[in-house]
Nanobody, 122 residues
Framework: QVHLVQSGGGSVQTGGSLKLACVAS????????MAWFRQVIGKERERVAR???????TYTDSTKGRFIVSEDDEENTLYLEMFDLQPEDTAMYYC????????????????WGQGTQVTVSS
């Protein structure tokens, strides 16, 4: 059982930056696929970035070039750096983990952080 505790987030204006953190309760480096999802009320949770156990990172078309996902193996922490934020990035952001290789769907992730709100105002 991996416990994930998130921090970061908040409110920024369009074009601003934020950094999210997700601390895991155990060693995750090269053992767990780690991902960031986001959800707007009334919409399905969507994946925005992930880092696989071979350290390959994947982004969606809407986040590629603006978001950076990374891990700190000494701190068991997953990060999401977000640049050039837009109002459509406003959502609750969740980190997630699954043992082994990444999968695409949210139900394939076993462990979730508590969520943190990101609000981008125009």
């Amino acid at each position: 059982q991996v416990h994930l505790v998130q921090s970061g987030g908040g409110s920024v204006q369009t074009g601003g930056s934020l950094k999210l953190a997700c601390v895991a309760s155990e060693f995750i480096y090269r053992r767990y696929c780690m991902a960031w999802f986001r959800q707007v009320i009334g919409k399905e949770r969507e994946r925005v970035a992930r880092i696989d156990i071979d350290l390959v990172t994947t982004y969606t078309d809407s986040t590629k070039g603006r978001f950076i996902v990374s891990e700190d193996d000494e701190e068991n922490t997953l990060y999401l750096e977000m640049f050039d934020l837009q109002p459509e990035d406003t959502a609750m952001y969740y980190c997630a983990a699954r043992r082994g290789w990444c999968r695409d769907r949210q139900f394939q992730f076993d462990f979730w952080g508590q969520g943190t709100q990101v609000t981008v105002s125009s």
